[in-house]
C-alpha cells in the first residue's frame, strides 16, 4: 500500500501552535522580571546592604567586590622593597612578582595606636634570635678609666747648687739614678773662701768663750753670729757649723751632704778634682716618696672629677691590687690635638716601685646622681639624630619608641632620660630585623593612600624601603667604607658555611659561625659610616642566631644571614679576585637568596633534594642577568 507523504493542514497547524506558546511564557517572564526589579530587590536584599542609587560611588552588581575589600599588593621576593599594586615583572631583577603576604599588607587607615606597631609571627621572631630585656631603674655605675704615665713630681726636686769656687777633691754621688739618704755625703769641697770663713768662725766662737767686759763681750757674740750666718748662706747645715766650733783650725775639705732621701736625677759634668765656681749646678735630687700619675680624660668625662677625688691606678708592670691615689690637679687648658684635659694623680711611692715613665691606667669611680631607666647599649638603634628602641608589647608585636640618651655606664648600660618607663621590655638582641620590618610596614603604608584603599596614582609603582638596599640593588648609594682585605675575611667564612649547606650530601654537620663572627668584629671595627655600621650590626645579629643550632634550624636561619652578606659586599666591595665569578641566586620556594661561586646552582637552604632549584640573578657587582632558571 502506498505511503502518504503528504502533511495534513491540522497536523501543521498543531506543531507551530507548540513552539509559539513557549515562546510567549518566556517573553512574558523577561517582561515581568524587568518590570518588577525593583520590588524583588526590597523583598531579597535587606536595606542596610543596598546602595543608594545616586551614589556615584556605588560598585556595579558585576564587580562582585565588596567595598571595603584590601587592594592586593605585588612585591618581589629578592627585593622586597620593589611594591607595585599589580602584577609584572621586578624592574631590578627581572623576576616575576609575587603577592604580598597578607601580615605585611596593613589595613586601611590604621589607628595612631597600631599604626607605629611591628607584628612578627612568634615562630619568625624565634628564628630571628630576639631576646628582649626589662627596663630597670637604678643608679648607673659607671668607671671612668685614662691612660696615664708615671711622672716625677716637679715640686719633690732639689737643687745642689755651689755658693763658693774651689775643687772637688772627692765626688760620692757620682752615678746619675743612684739613691741617697738623708745626711749621707755628696761630695767633699776643697775651697779656699770657705776655709777663711771657717776659720773667722772659729776665731769669732773662741773670743766669745773668753772673758771681756760687756762692751768687748757683746762686739765678740755679734762676730760670732755674723761668721755662723756666713756659713749657712755658704751652704752649711747646722750640724757642720756646730762641729766646726769645736776645732782649732778649719779643715782642708767640707764635705757637703744630702738635705733629702733621694734619687740623683741629674749630674753635671764634675768628677774628682773638678774645678767648680760659684752658682754652678753640680747635683739635682729628687725626692719620689710620692709620684704623679698623668692621666689624660676626654672633654666629656671632665665633668665627673673632681679635685680630691680618689682614683685607683693600675700599673701594667706591677701586677698586684691597684694604688689608690688622689686628685690634686686638673689642668685648666685641653690638649689641642687628642681634646683631652690632663689629669693628675698623686700616689704614695713608699717601696720604690713606681718609677717615671711606667704606663698607668687611671680609673675614677663617678655613679650617676639620681636613680633613672636603663638598658643595655646593644637595644637602642642610633641613627645618628635620634636613638630608638624597640619596646615589647607581647605576642610578636614590637613598638618603636623614640628616646633620649644620657650617660653611659659599667657593662655596657645606658640612662634613659625619657621615651621609657622601669617595667617595660626592650629588645635587646634582633632589633635591626625588627627595624627592616618597621621600615617595609611604613613604606606599605605610605603606598596607599590615605583615603583610599587602592593606591594613589601619584605615587610611584615601585617603593624603596629596605634599609639594606646594597644586598638588593648593586646601583645603590651608601657611605659605607672598609677594607677589601677584611671584607674577603667575611665573604671566605660565609662560602665556608654556604658550600658544605649546598652539596649533595646526606647528614651534613651543623655548621661553626664562631670564625664567621670573628671576621664581621673584625669589618665592624675597621668600616666606617652609619650605613656599615648598621649593615654589619644586622649581619651580626643573623649570624648569632645560628649559634648551637641544629642543622634544618640553620638552613632557615641562613637566609638573614645571606641577605646581609649581599649587602654587605654590595655596599663595601670586595677584592676583584674575591668576587671573580662570584653570583647571587635565588630560590622562590624559600624566597631567600644566596652567593656562589659557580653559575650551577648549590641550594643551601634544602637538605638533599632541590639542590639545583632557583636561579642565577646577577653577578656581583653586574646588574645584568647572566642566567636563567635552572
Known sequence: MPTDTTTHPRARDSRALSWIIPLALAAGGIYVGMRWHASFERWLVPASSRLAPT????????????????????TCGMHPQVIQDHPGDCPICHMKLTPLAPANAPSHQPTSASASIVTIDPAIVQNMGVRTVPVASGVLSRHLRATATVVEPESARTDINLRVSGWIKTLHADTDGMTVRKGDPLFELSSPDLSLAIEEFIAARHTLDTP??????????????????RLKTLGLTPEQIEHFATLEHAPLTVTFVAPINAVVIEKASVYNGSSVTAGQLVLRLADRSTMWVDARVPQGSLRHIKQGQHAAIRVDALRHE???????????????????????????????????????TAEFDAPSAAPAPIVPREAIIDTGDTQLVFVSAGKGRFEPRRVTTGD????????????????????????????????????????????????????SPVVSVSPQPAATS?????????PPELVDRVLAEYLAISE??????????????????????????????????????SARD????????????????????????ITIVDAMPPSN??????????????????????ESLSNPYYAEDMKECGSIVRRVGDNRNPGGTR
Not at 412 to 420: A, C, E, F, N
Not at 500 to 524: M, Q
Request: proline letters at 9%; hydrophobic letters at 45%.
Open 55 to 74: 551614589d556615584p560611588n556605588a560598585p556595579s552588581v558585576s564587580q562582585g567586590t565588596p567595598a571595603d575589600a584590601k587592594k592586593e599588593l605585588w
Open 212 to 229: 771681756a767686759p760687756s762692751d768687748a763681750a757683746s762686739a765678740a757674740t755679734s762676730l760670732a753670729a755674723a761668721a755662723e750666718s
Open 322 to 360: 691597684p694604688l689608690e691615689g688622689v686628685v690634686v690637679f686638673i689642668h685648666p687648658n685641653l690638649d689641642g690635638m687628642t681634646r683631652t684635659a690632663l689629669v693628675r694623680v698623686a700616689v704614695p711611692n713608699t717601696d720604690g716601685q713606681l718609677r717615671a715613665g711606667m704606663f698607668a
Open 408 to 459: 653611659s655606664g659599667d657593662a655596657g648600660m645606658v640612662q634613659i632620660l625619657s621615651g621609657i618607663t622601669p617595667g617595660e621590655s626592650v629588645v635587646a638582641s634582633g632589633q635591626f630585623l625588627i627595624d627592616s620590618e618597621s621600615r617595609l610596614r611604613e613604606a606599605i603604608a605610605k603606598f596607599l593612600s590615605p583615603d583610599s584603599t587602592t593606591p594613589s596614582p601619584s605615587k
Open 474 to 482: 648593586p646601583a645603590a648609594k651608601h657611605d659605607a667604607k672598609a
Open 500 to 537: 658544605p649547606f649546598g652539596k649533595e650530601e646526606p647528614n651534613t654537620p651543623a655548621a661553626s659561625v664562631d670564625a664567621l663572627l670573628d671576621a664581621i668584629d673584625a669589618l665592624r671595627s675597621a668600616a666606617a659610616g652609619n650605613d656599615a655600621a648598621r649593615l654589619i650590626a
Open 542 to 565: 643573623a649570624t648569632i642566631a645560628m649559634q648551637s643550632q641544629p642543622i634544618d634550624k640553620q638552613r632557615d636561619l641562613f637566609k638573614p644571614v645571606s641577605a646581609a652578606i
Open 577 to 598: 679576585p674575591a668576587v671573580a665569578d662570584l653570583y647571587v641566586a635565588n630560590c622562590p620556594m624559600a624566597k631567600a637568596d644566596w652567593l656562589q661561586r659557580s
